[in-house]
């Protein structure tokens, strides 16, 4: 059984992950299960729920109208969350102080209070420079430390080390910016704060949503309208793929597989395997060594999306068996797929999503399936059925499998299809008569709770510029391709957006002799790729950013083997490369 890993997808529902991962467990018996959680948000549930004790958001989006100051780390989301990018800068524009952390000047930067355009790598320096601020100028909740927070002392201690003007240097920036921007986070109340992938894809991504948390704690920015900490998740369901299950050490409800695995057992009437699966890039390095022999993999394109992509096609092409279930013929079916198992768009079935804010939404057809294909949970029951398990897996409906679902996952059991009918709900929601919770941790807004502020040491990336690879690489996404463009490359949009493109400064690109939309070679220790350059001066000098979105330019070729130490997310934020023109 553990020679075989499974793939959910943060593409499908709620009730087809909880399948993916139960079929997993119960028909293979393994805990080799996860998700694209993995490579983007897995810092942000582990992060947040080592400090708060919940690792999803802890507010709504409607908070972005009651906060006086938002920050946003490390996330563009005008062009990635372009719904909730709207709504921020409407409140900027309204008299919201906007601070912006990231090595681009995005176009929330425009209209930000302050932009912190920090050098890729340096968040936990800056994060604990603003921390150093906020406690060196008294600038820090007491009455909450004091209700709420241990290890008070040794974070004074500790934090000390950090003020703006010592890491400023190393962070780009200058430190009367940090100070700046630490005054109006503690004092402008509430404040809220969203990050995204600038702040998780990195070795130490768990740690700098710690820091983030510390903020927040520091200041009493938590628990209330209009603060908190929320990752703005970058799928329409990578929250709920993960939540429900698709995880090795996690079951449905976000639970540890070691604490509630005889709970789920006696619901499944099965043993569930005990030993800890594989992680995403742990089954690449198993598959690399013969130990992993098969892989299916439902609506997630790793071979164009995971990092040091030459080493993750040669793993996958040493496999015996590569299922790929998807809408089209992704990247990694095109190159080393066995067997493709045509699935329904989510226009095409009845589910449900869970979004960024722990909102569960009902998802309904609104044409029948095209083709062959069918919904992902409905070949996932019948190849259980084939494989002799069909008990446990003989549903006739999502709706069968949801009230499964709400049997495993108390916090959720509320949450019915008949009222998903009227609007959507956030958990926790207990009971059928419970409203939901738009607001996580209002026990810290009374004297009922205690959590402890973390030091987080700097651990500079082993990623390092040097006189062969003098430019630091950054990656991201663009408004016209949704992710990897498994599906908008295939449509109109791919006219707008027709190729990745690699951003560099005009200094820079002067001093090489690049013109603008000149086709360039990037190459790192990991491979190299062409790709055409944008004379940019949203990127400072000798820093690059790019997309990547096409199979054509294949990005991931670059990036490299560097993963964040608690949950192995690899670090595509940071990457040494040299630039030629072609």
């Given at each position: 059984p553990d020679a075989i890993g499974m793939l959910g997808s943060s593409r499908?529902?709620?009730?087809?992950?909880?399948?993916?991962?139960?079929?997993?467990?119960?028909?293979?018996?393994?805990?080799?299960?996860?998700?694209?959680?993995?490579?983007?948000?897995?810092?942000?549930?582990?992060?947040?729920?080592?400090?708060?004790?919940?690792?999803?958001?802890?507010?709504?989006?409607?908070?972005?109208?009651?906060?006086?100051?938002?920050?946003?780390?490390?996330a563009n989301p005008t062009e990635n969350h372009p719904i909730v990018g709207a709504r921020i800068k409407q409140a900027a524009l309204r008299g919201a102080d906007l601070i912006v952390i990231d090595p681009r000047r995005i176009e929330l930067a425009e209209v930000a209070k302050v932009h912190l355009q920090l050098r890729p790598g340096t968040?936990?320096?800056?994060?604990?420079?603003?921390?150093?601020?906020?406690?060196?100028?008294?600038?820090?909740?007491?009455?909450?430390?004091?209700?709420?927070?241990?290890?008070?002392?040794?974070?004074?201690?500790?934090?000390?080390?950090?003020?703006?003007?010592?890491v400023a240097l190393a962070c780009g920036l200058e430190a009367r910016l940090i100070r700046e921007a630490a005054r109006l986070y503690a004092r402008q109340k509430p404040a809220i704060c969203f990050h995204g992938l600038g702040m998780t894809e990195h070795v130490q991504g768990t740690e700098g949503v710690m820091s983030l948390v510390n903020l927040a704690l520091l200041t009493g920015n938590i628990g209330k309208p209009g603060t908190g900490i929320n990752p703005l998740?970058?799928?329409?369901?990578?929250?709920?793929?993960?939540?429900?299950?698709?995880?090795?050490?996690?079951?449905?409800?976000?639970?540890?597989?070691?604490?509630?695995?005889?709970?789920?057992?006696?619901?499944?009437?099965?043993?569930?395997?005990?030993?800890?699966?594989?992680?995403?890039?742990?089954?690449?390095?198993?598959?690399?060594?013969?130990?992993?022999?098969?892989?299916?993999?439902?609506?997630?394109?790793?071979?164009?999306?995971?990092?040091?992509?030459?080493?993750?096609?040669?793993?996958?092409?040493?496999?015996?068996?590569?299922?790929?279930?998807?809408?089209?013929?992704?990247?990694?079916?095109?190159?080393?797929?066995?067997?493709?198992?045509?699935a329904s768009s989510s226009f095409e079935k009845l589910g449900t999503f869970m979004n960024s804010e722990r909102r569960i939404q009902l998802v309904r057809p609104a044409i029948p399936p095209?083709?062959?294909?069918?919904?992902?949970?409905?070949?996932?029951?019948?190849?259980?059925?084939?494989?002799?398990?069909?008990?446990?897996?003989?549903?006739?409906?999502?709706?069968?499998?949801?009230d499964e679902i709400r049997s495993v996952w108390p916090v959720g059991a509320g949450i019915t299809y008949q009222r998903l009918e009227k609007q959507g709900l956030q958990w926790p929601c207990p009971t059928e008569v419970h409203p939901g919770t738009s607001i996580l941790h209002a026990d810290l807004a009374g004297k009922t709770r205690r959590v402890s502020l973390r030091c987080i040491k700097f651990e500079p990336t082993p990623e390092k510029t040097s006189d062969e690879f003098p430019f630091l690489l950054t990656t991201g996404r663009s408004l016209y391709q949704f992710n990897a463009g498994t599906m908008t490359s295939r449509s109109k949009m791919q006219k707008i957006r027709p190729t990745d493109l690699l951003l560099?400064?005009?200094?820079?690109a002067k001093r090489l002799s690049i013109e603008d939309h000149q086709e360039v070679e990037l190459r790192s220790s990991y491979g190299k790729i062409r790709i055409p350059a944008v004379i940019s001066e949203r990127v400072r000098l000798g820093e690059l950013f790019a997309t990547f979105h096409s199979p054509q330019i294949f990005l991931n070729r670059l990036t490299g083997p560097h993963k964040d130490r608690h949950v192995q997310t690899p670090e595509y934020k940071v990457t040494a490369v040299q630039v030629s023109a072609v």
């Open positions: 499908a529902t709620n009730e087809e992950n909880y399948l993916a991962q139960k079929f997993a467990r119960v028909v293979v018996g393994t805990n080799n299960v996860d998700c694209c959680a993995r490579v983007c948000h897995t810092p942000s549930a582990a992060g947040l729920k080592m400090i708060l004790g919940t690792g999803a958001a802890t507010n709504s989006f409607d908070d972005i109208e009651s906060a006086r100051t938002i920050l946003i780390c490390g968040n936990i320096l800056l994060l604990n420079a603003i921390a150093c601020t906020i406690v060196e100028e008294g600038l820090y909740d007491a009455n909450f430390v004091n209700d709420h927070l241990d290890g008070w002392h040794d974070f004074q201690s500790f934090i000390q080390d950090f003020s703006p003007e010592r998740r970058g799928q329409n369901n990578v929250q709920g793929a993960a939540h429900m299950g698709c995880d090795p050490g996690i079951l449905t409800g976000g639970v540890p597989l070691s604490e509630h695995r005889e709970r789920f057992e006696k619901v499944w009437g099965v043993p569930i395997p005990s030993q800890r699966g594989l992680s995403l890039l742990q089954m690449i390095d198993a598959a690399a060594v013969g130990r992993l022999k098969a892989l299916w993999v439902i609506g997630y394109d790793i071979a164009l999306t995971n990092p040091n992509s030459d080493q993750t096609l040669r793993a996958l092409q040493s496999l015996d068996l590569v299922i790929v279930q998807d809408m089209f013929l992704n990247e990694t079916a095109r190159l080393v797929g066995t067997v493709f198992l045509p095209v083709g062959e294909s069918r919904p992902d949970w409905l070949i996932i029951s019948d190849i259980a059925v084939a494989m002799g398990k069909a008990e446990g897996f003989t549903f006739e409906s999502a709706q069968q499998i949801w560099i400064s005009p200094d820079d």
